[in-house]
């Protein structure tokens, strides 16, 4: 019985979709004003641990995760260098997703933009009016926090201390600080702006999950997931749009992941432990050794992200390799050992019933391990047979499409093979041929090649 704990019931429940197999979920994207760090990437390797373990129970999964390219951030920081928004937000969305890959994170069915969005955007907010949620002030329109009863219910945020009439302009505020929040701010100065029925102007950061959400899910779907730091306000003011407009549940789980603490202090630029995850890559250690990392504690629980516990999570995943090469390398003989068929049922269970009890990812784990020694001892004294060996090889397989860090032994690709593939994917992107350079840069990803393209030439490197 799969089990999640809902944010929104403070409690552990049974989960089971809306509808028939289908699971429509939405998780919160970057906002991409600079290169996401590695705390995000927690949350991001949650989902993704999320996503693939409702394909392993035999779901099918829509999965939605969107781009924020328009809010206070991307305008500021696009601004302070002179680049039009556009511009300076493609940039960060294909570093993004480079990151994504890297991390071998699966990509979602869809992920819109907000930008592309904005009429959708408006529609919600006509919507909200005509039922008496809004109000409009200098041009802008704000919702009315008050006329919702159920407001808080998320968050379990105290209104009491709210200031009745009080408002908030910003995108992000204090977390305590319960006011009526802008759906659509009036333009100021140069802002990027859109002219629609509304008037001129562009949408607040919240308003654009709920419409996004909606228009690919329904206006009631099943799981919605992001970061603790987004319980409030955020998803708080998504549910009061959402169900504001709609008068139905928004969403029936809601799953959070714990922050990420460096070498156990809050992460900070001012304290030198902020990281990127190239930051990361360039101190040498892997992409499957940071994703193991951050998949290793239960997403409920704080990580604290330490360069020991890295090189621990190298030395882990080498132990796994070396094992799997062991198995497919032993020469065994021909036959059936019940006993070691019984060891990896043992470990199939342990494994599907701690993924089932909320995603405890340490226990799931410590059962991969705990076979391991057994077969390697089994292996010791010639006790494995070769009908044993496709069954575990099978069962490696079968744990690595929810974990996604042992992968596969791969050629060495030669290095004219790489520049010759690198140009023909230049040629493509001049013929404006996307589609092949795109298939050139996900088959050398999958070859463990990743390629930078910078203002001198594409530069690229082995994972």
Same mark, same amino acid.
């Given at each position: 019985m799969l089990r999640f704990f809902n944010t929104l019931s403070g409690k552990q429940e049974e989960f089971k979709p809306l509808v028939d197999n289908s699971v429509r979920m939405y998780a919160c994207g970057p906002t991409v004003y600079d290169y996401a760090h590695i705390g995000n990437f927690r949350t991001f390797v949650f989902v993704d641990l999320l996503r693939r373990y409702l394909k392993y129970k035999g779901y099918n999964v829509i999965h939605v995760m969107n781009i924020t390219d328009v809010d206070d951030r991307t305008i500021q920081r696009?601004?302070?260098?002179?680049?039009?928004?556009?511009?300076?937000?493609? #940039?960060?969305?294909?570093?993004?997703?480079?990151?994504?890959?890297?991390?071998?994170?699966?990509?979602?069915?869809?992920?819109?933009?907000?930008?592309?969005?904005?009429?959708?955007?408006?529609?919600?907010? +006509? *919507? %909200?009016?005509?039922?008496?949620?809004?109000?409009?002030? &200098?041009?802008?329109?704000?919702? *009315?926090?008050?006329?919702?009863?159920?407001?808080? +219910?998320?968050? #379990?945020? /105290?209104?009491?201390?709210?200031?009745?009439?009080? !408002?908030?302009?910003?995108?992000?505020?204090?977390?305590?600080?319960?006011?009526?929040?802008?759906?659509?701010? $009036? !333009? !100021?100065?140069?802002?990027? $702006?859109?002219?629609?029925?509304?008037?001129?102007?562009?949408?607040?950061?919240?308003?654009? @999950?709920? $419409?996004?959400?909606?228009?690919? %899910?329904?206006?009631?779907?099943?799981?919605? @997931?992001?970061?603790?730091?987004?319980?409030?306000?955020? =998803?708080?003011?998504?549910?009061?749009?959402?169900?504001? &407009?709609?008068? #139905?549940?928004?969403? *029936?789980?809601?799953? =959070?992941?714990? =922050?990420?603490?460096?070498?156990?202090? #809050?992460?900070? +630029?001012?304290?030198? /432990?902020?990281?990127?995850?190239?930051?990361?890559?360039?101190?040498?250690?892997?992409?499957?050794?940071?994703?193991? %990392?951050?998949?290793?504690?239960?997403?409920?629980?704080?990580?604290?992200?330490?360069?020991?516990?890295?090189?621990? &999570?190298? $030395?882990?995943?080498?132990? %796994? +390799?070396?094992?799997?090469? *062991?198995?497919k390398e032993s020469a065994l003989e021909e036959g059936y050992n019940e006993s070691i068929a019984e060891a990896t049922g043992r470990a199939r269970e342990k494994f599907e019933s701690s993924l089932d009890d909320d995603l405890n990812t340490s226990v799931a784990l410590a059962a991969i391990f705990e076979l391991l020694r057994e077969v390697n001892a089994a292996l010791d004294s010639e006790q494995v047979k070769s009908r044993n060996r496709a069954e575990l090889l099978e069962l490696l397989d079968r744990f690595d499409t929810v974990l996604g860090v042992i992968g596969e032994e791969r050629e060495e690709m030669l290095d004219s093979e790489i520049a010759a593939l690198i140009e023909e994917r230049h040629q493509a992107r001049r013929a404006r041929n996307f589609a092949r350079a795109d298939q050139i840069r996900e088959m050398l990803a999958e070859r463990g090649i990743i390629l930078e393209d910078t203002k001198e030439g594409t530069r690229w490197r082995r994972k």
């Amino acid at each position: 019985m799969l089990r999640f704990f809902n944010t929104l019931s403070g409690k552990q429940e049974e989960f089971k979709p809306l509808v028939d197999n289908s699971v429509r979920m939405y998780a919160c994207g970057p906002t991409v004003y600079d290169y996401a760090h590695i705390g995000n990437f927690r949350t991001f390797v949650f989902v993704d641990l999320l996503r693939r373990y409702l394909k392993y129970k035999g779901y099918n999964v829509i999965h939605v995760m969107n781009i924020t390219d328009v809010d206070d951030r991307t305008i500021q920081r696009s601004q302070a260098e002179g680049i039009e928004l556009s511009q300076y937000t493609r #940039k960060y969305t294909e570093e993004f997703l480079k990151d994504f890959h890297t991390l071998n994170i699966q990509h979602p069915e869809i992920i819109p933009r907000a930008t592309d969005h904005i009429p959708e955007m408006v529609e919600l907010v +006509k *919507r %909200l009016e005509a039922r008496g949620f809004t109000y409009a002030s &200098a041009g802008s329109v704000y919702y *009315r926090i008050s006329s919702f009863p159920d407001y808080g +219910k998320l968050s #379990k945020i /105290n209104l009491e201390g709210n200031v009745a009439g009080a !408002r908030v302009d910003v995108d992000s505020y204090d977390k305590a600080d319960a006011r009526d929040f802008v759906l659509w701010k $009036a !333009r !100021r100065d140069d802002e990027p $702006a859109w002219d629609t029925e509304l008037g001129v102007g562009r949408p607040g950061w919240h308003l654009e @999950c709920s $419409a996004m959400s909606m228009k690919y %899910l329904g206006e009631s779907f099943d799981i919605h @997931c992001g970061g603790v730091d987004l319980i409030f306000p955020h =998803h708080e003011n998504e549910i009061a749009q959402s169900e504001g &407009a709609t008068a #139905k549940e928004f969403v *029936r789980f809601w799953l =959070h992941a714990e =922050h990420l603490m460096v070498e156990g202090e #809050k992460m900070s +630029k001012s304290l030198g /432990n902020y990281y990127t995850l190239r930051d990361i890559l360039e101190k040498g250690y892997s992409p499957s050794a940071i994703r193991y %990392l951050l998949l290793s504690v239960p997403y409920r629980q704080q990580l604290n992200f330490t360069f020991e516990g890295l090189r621990a &999570a190298q $030395a882990s995943l080498e132990r %796994l +390799k070396n094992f799997k090469r *062991r198995l497919k390398e032993s020469a065994l003989e021909e036959g059936y050992n019940e006993s070691i068929a019984e060891a990896t049922g043992r470990a199939r269970e342990k494994f599907e019933s701690s993924l089932d009890d909320d995603l405890n990812t340490s226990v799931a784990l410590a059962a991969i391990f705990e076979l391991l020694r057994e077969v390697n001892a089994a292996l010791d004294s010639e006790q494995v047979k070769s009908r044993n060996r496709a069954e575990l090889l099978e069962l490696l397989d079968r744990f690595d499409t929810v974990l996604g860090v042992i992968g596969e032994e791969r050629e060495e690709m030669l290095d004219s093979e790489i520049a010759a593939l690198i140009e023909e994917r230049h040629q493509a992107r001049r013929a404006r041929n996307f589609a092949r350079a795109d298939q050139i840069r996900e088959m050398l990803a999958e070859r463990g090649i990743i390629l930078e393209d910078t203002k001198e030439g594409t530069r690229w490197r082995r994972k």
